[in-house]
């Protein structure tokens, strides 16, 4: 599938790798939801949130070393980034979407382990995300 636009989304951002991603992941998302980072962006599209691994220290290679997570909500522009967030597009690019059984949050890890078993996706790793929204959750995966 073609995603026919970038997104630009503001959030909180956390660097990690895949070795503490069980230790340092969970209360990133704590943080998002006991803080109210989504009322603090003024000038978002909707409440839907994603969560963007992107940066990655082996960009276009793997995702091993660190990468970005950025959990946030699209935004129209990034003319008002409150203190303390960060500001990333989405481009546009190729990507293969996996929807989260049942669209709930605790099976999301179970999407990551089957994505990872799949030896025959392109990956780019430029740029991964996943979208939560009224419908479920979905991963999309950049692929060549």
Known sequence: MRQNRAIKVIGIELRTSNEEAMETIPPLW?????????????????????????????????????????????????????????????EVQDREVFSVAEGKPENVGATWMEIWKRDDLKKTFISEYEHYHAEGIDVYIGVE
């Open 30 to 90: 704590g943080k998002f939801y006991t803080e109210g980072i989504t009322q603090k962006i003024e000038n978002r599209v909707s409440d839907e949130l994603y969560a963007v691994y992107t940066n990655f220290e082996n960009e276009g290679l793997n995702n091993e070393g660190v990468y970005s997570l950025i959990i946030g909500v699209e935004v129209k522009d990034f003319e008002s980034i409150p203190d303390g967030m960060t500001a990333i597009t989405i």
